[in-house]
């Protein structure tokens, strides 16, 4: 936890010399210092940091392993889905072959 060290005896007396009596300075350096502590407590440390840091780059390192490991699944499942789509291409082009072989030797024997 931080905090914010600042010279009470100091504010206290420059207050005073401005025309506070003791007990307004008092108030009012008890008050700032009570302001200054409550802010410091949401404070990071360098520490915190530090650590939010190292959370922060192993998340990062393990979801750029979790990324590239699908994107090597999915490069395998497109090569698979494309080498399945080549041999079922290359089927219908060698059906549609066959079957303009065989219309073209039915026009010959029967055409005219």
């Given at each position: ?24 300075a008092e ?20 520490d915190d ?64």
């Amino acid at each position: 936890m931080s905090s914010i060290n600042f010279d009470t005896h100091f504010f206290i007396k420059n207050l005073e010399k401005n025309g506070f009596t003791e007990n307004q300075a008092e108030s009012v350096v008890r008050l700032l210092s009570g302001v200054c502590e409550e802010a410091t407590e949401k404070l990071a440390t360098k520490d915190d940091l530090i650590k939010i840091s190292e959370i922060t780059k192993n998340d990062l390192i393990k979801f750029s392993e979790l990324t590239k490991n699908d994107l090597i699944k999915f490069s395998e499942l497109a090569r698979k889905d494309i080498e399945l789509l080549e041999s079922r291409m290359t089927n219908k082009m060698g059906g549609m072959i066959i079957a303009l072989a065989g219309f073209l030797v039915a026009i010959k024997f029967f055409g005219h």
